[in-house]
């Protein structure tokens, strides 16, 4: 009797192992976040450190400053200014992409790639506060002055001759 009722525990836990081994890699995906990059712009790279060793061994002659995207990145609760770590790593504009924090840099994935890249934090600000500079920006532009081309001079308004 004692083995009829160990053979139907194993393979009861046999199916639990095989089903917490298949729910382990989508709950790893459950922790990305959703963002929209708004805006990009080419900026100098973030300076990258190097270990000890590298500073101990003279490194190489360093060459002219490289340019890598910069982009502004809008989640729900907070907007990232991250950039790339060399001038190819592209991300498409007004498109909604997953990210996620790991070790002080934003791995980012585009449309289910197999892999992540990642850009540095260049900087966080919450998104009310965002959202109160952005309008602050707007409302100043509308005030401003119309350039000097746009406003005729003694405040004449110039008529077509008929």
Known sequence: ?????????????????????????????????????????????????????????????PTGP??????????????????GRSSDQMIPLADVIDFRLHNNEMAVRIDDARRENKFGIKEMILRTEWDMVQKHITEQMRRAPRSSEDVPENNLVLTRPE
């Open 66 to 83: 490289e340019v890598c995207p910069e982009y502004t990145l809008i989640s729900d609760k907070v907007v990232f200014v991250i950039v």
């Open 1 to 61: 009797m004692t083995t009829k009722t160990a053979e139907r525990k194993y393979p009861r836990y046999g199916l639990w192992a095989v089903l917490l081994i298949c729910l382990v890699p989508s709950a790893w995906a459950g922790v990305y976040q959703h963002g929209t990059v708004v805006r990009m712009r080419m900026t100098d790279c973030l300076p990258v450190h190097h270990g000890f060793m590298m500073a101990m061994s003279g490194g190489a002659v």
